[in-house]
């Protein structure tokens, strides 16, 4: 364009508008819902391989981003038989603890047993107690069996004080507390008495001594035999006292005649 005024010649561009086709504008369109489409499979992908590993294995994971030295959490356990719930007191203060609860049938246990676990922790040393709370199945006991006094928890094959708590319908309730983390068993060893077994046996050993006639004739006879001995030595010393004296006298009178 020329300005004659000035003789200055001055070019003016035009913007070019882009004119999408609709063609262009349905391909686009396509283009973003495969992107959508291909990122919800991936998650579905991702959560479904999560729950199969955990249905497959039986593990559960708790993360603790942080707590102060003294604090208790409380979490609940899915995932593992046996475990309902987990109480932690931490002794001092914790940042992003990771307390791993995994099943582990190659725990070693010679008698029958309702589950074996792995509890580990990234950081064990922070955590001071960690309360157990076990939910176990009538219906599975009976088919072990097992009795429900029978049920002891095992760490690392030594007992733990275990408690039930409440019955609630076919479901039974007990807690364990815990000081440090293993391997753990929810059983039943031979040899462990039952507390009515123990009465039984000392109500039968007092049976037997109140019943056994030598266990208190010899200290009833005791007092007698004593008196007896006493009585029979006196009897023997004073006659030997009493000749030794009729013979000194006697010995006396023959010197005076």
């Known amino acids: 364009m020329v300005n004659k005024k000035g003789g ?18 349905m391909r686009h369109k396509q283009s973003w ?3 959508g489409i291909l990122f919800l499979l991936s998650l579905m992908t991702i959560i479904s391989l999560q729950e199969k590993e955990m249905s497959l294995t039986g593990n559960a994971v708790q993360t603790v981003g942080f707590m102060k030295a003294g604090e ?3 979490f609940q356990i899915q995932g593992v038989s046996g475990l309902n719930d987990a109480t932690a007191t931490f002794s001092q203060e914790a940042r992003n603890i ?48 097992m009795s429900r006094n029978d049920i002891q928890l095992f760490q690392n094959g030594q007992p733990v004080n275990t408690v039930m708590t409440k019955i609630d319908g076919n479901r039974l309730f007990y807690t364990a507390t815990v000081t440090s983390f293993g391997d753990f068993v929810i059983g039943k060893e031979e040899g462990i008495e039952k507390p009515v077994m123990k009465k039984v046996e000392i109500e039968q050993s007092n049976d037997v001594a109140s019943s056994s006639p030598s266990a208190t004739e010899p200290e009833e006879q005791l007092p007698s035999v004593i008196e007896e001995t006493v009585i029979i030595g006196k009897a023997i010393e ?8 009729s013979g000194f006298l006697a010995w006396l009178k023959g010197l005076f005649n």
């Open 72 to 74: 208790i959490l409380t």
């Open 33 to 35: 819902a495969i992107i």
């Open 8 to 25: 200055v010649r001055k070019r003016v561009s035009k913007k070019k508008e882009v004119i999408e086709s609709p063609k262009m504008k």
């Open 238 to 245: 004073e006659p030997i006292v009493a000749k030794e004296k």
């Open 98 to 145: 990771v307390i791993k609860f995994e099943e582990n049938n190659n725990i070693p246990f010679e008698q029958d047993f309702y589950s074996k676990f792995t509890i580990s922790s990234s950081n064990e040393v922070k955590i001071k107690s960690l309360q157990l709370t076990l939910v176990l199945e009538q219906r599975k006991l009976d088919q072990i069996p």
